[in-house]
């Protein structure tokens, strides 16, 4: 993976945490763990952003890279154990992107976004492949939540509530809900 920054990773993250929540910090073998995560995720993408050549390329200043690197990081921190700073990576993803991606929920290995403002990806079952456009929620309804299959995409303001069981390479239009509905 190429590093598109000067600074390192660490000291980057940290000032932010900082500057939000005091004394707070962030170490150089979970962000290892979450930039494998990140590696893997983006090496199945064509955009010249997050792939040339075949070299993965992430860069904190490019704000889908960093809000899906910091999605991953704060489930690293939640995996092992400390949930007191993947709560604090959370809340810093949700102030700078407007996104609300939880670290208990597990998504897949390969997805992606695009303007993901106001996104919410909830509980639910994940497959390889989601793409989101901004607005786009995900999420349970009384307490039965989603089934996702390969592939699907969802333009804006569109959403997926409750049990619902959506098939392999489902394309939801922009401003569609789908509630309690198996769509194949």
Known sequence: ??????????????????????NCSVG?????????KVEKCFSYSANKYFSVDGMVRF???HAVQYSIFIYYL??????????????????????LHSLDWFYEV???EVWCAEHPLCSVLGRAQYSNGLFIYQG??????????????RNVLM???SSI????????NVILSAGVTVLDTDIP
């Open 74 to 95: 704060s489930r690293v921190y939640f995996l092992e154990g400390n949930t007191d700073t993947a709560t604090k990576l959370y809340y810093l993803n949700k102030m």
């Open 161 to 168: 509530l409750g049990n619902c069981r959506i098939g392999d």
């Open 106 to 108: 597990k998504l897949p």
């Open 59 to 61: 860069s904190p200043l």
């Open 155 to 157: 333009y804006s303001n």
């Open 28 to 36: 150089e073998v979970p962000i290892a763990k979450a930039l494998l």
């Open 136 to 149: 786009t929620t995900i999420g349970g309804s009384h307490s039965k939540y989603p089934v996702l299959g």
């Open 1 to 22: 993976i190429k590093i598109n920054y000067d600074e390192p990773l660490e000291i980057y993250i940290n000032r932010q945490l900082n500057s939000f929540f005091g």
